[in-house]
């Protein structure tokens, strides 16, 4: 399937957004996108110091030009974060001004106006500037509230208006990370399978086949992509895109994260900085991912025939058990209830998890095959991130394997989406595949 094919069938299955335009010099078509969706409007363009240096004043003089009814509201903090204070700040901006926002920056600049413009019951136009996340397009905002790395629900944009030499010339660091953060569904995709298999999530074909059926294909040019060729930045920003239309279809984030994303998640909640900044969110995807493609490299080494349902079942803890694990285990972590609360809502009982074993048991010798189709050999992923730029060892965000080893505990419990950590613990081989 050919591009325009791919984003036409996306946009068919979309639920919010009902425009993707991928080009060639495109900033100038902004009035008129605006126009489509919200004639008569007038436009907020939101930005940072650097984004609106790249596009967002020449986007605003196009408005101007237009005569659109015009401001703009640009976030000049030399770190910027997806925190609640700019919440704060953004809605207050579109109370005052009642205008539309128009994002033009990356994915903190495209959460926030997607999550204010949802709390002022309108849709949004946005503008990215880089391949560095999968956001855009999907439905819900990642932003830190309480000390809590959260999703909040909230539709995607209307429209993506995208200028591939724009986003060709971004910063190498920040495609690098777009390249990590859509790798990060090849694991994630078995981690659904997994899901799918026990009945926890099942796989929705529309969500599904939106993205993963062409993900290898979208991550085949790393070399192209470490170039910053327009032709493999401009396919790693359609999978991205591709990946935020897959969670608005699900409405959810399943089938672009599980396991992966959470060490990035920790990273974020404990105020991780490396050499005196925060690490991207890619970057520690990137450390997440690899992690994840071992664990399934192990897990694909145990005799799942082996497994003693009986006596898994007779060993399996209590729902108060668990829970106390999770208090003792989220003690003082920055929201100390956050895994207490997970487990609550992902817990098995002891039937559940005979049905969840039986089912892995009988369909293990085409189950098998199917993730090690989905999911790639540690080494080669590995690879890929060398050549696009990004971390491949611990090190390089600054933790240790010593650490990644540590927080298995922490990743199973600290979101309900059941994993494969989740599967591991039932069927008594957790010790096996952890790091």
Known sequence: MNSEERIAKALEVSTDTKAFELGQHNLAKAPGMFRRFFDGKKALIVADNNTWKVAGREVFGYFEADGINVESFIFDEEEFHADWDHIERLDKALDSTGAIAVSVGSGTINDLCKLCSHHHSQSYLTIPTAASVDGYTSFGASITKDNSKQTFECPAPVAVLADVAV??????????????????????????????LVGSEPIIPDAWHILQDDLDELLSDPEGVAAGDPKAVGELFEGLILSGFAMQAARSSRPASCCDHLFSHILDMTHHRFNGKFVSHGFQVAIGTLTMCRVFEKFFGVDVDAIDIDACVA??????????RALELFKNFPAPRLGYDSITKKYSNAEGVRRE??????SWHTLKPALQAQVWPYEKMKRCFEIVGAPYEPEMIGV??????????????????????????RGGFYEQIVL
């Open 167 to 196: 986003i060709a010339a971004a910063p190498k660091e920040m495609t690098a990370a777009g390249y990590a953060d859509l790798a990060a569904k090849v694991p994630a995709g078995g981690e659904w399978m997994i899901a799918d």
């Open 315 to 324: 060993a399996w803890p209590s729902l108060e058990q668990e829970q106390e």
């Open 400 to 425: 240790t394997p010593q650490w990644v080893s540590s927080v298995f505990p922490v990743v199973q419990l600290m979101r309900f989406r059941y994993n494969l950590l989740d599967l591991a613990r």
């Open 357 to 362: 074993l039986k089912a892995l048991k009988e």
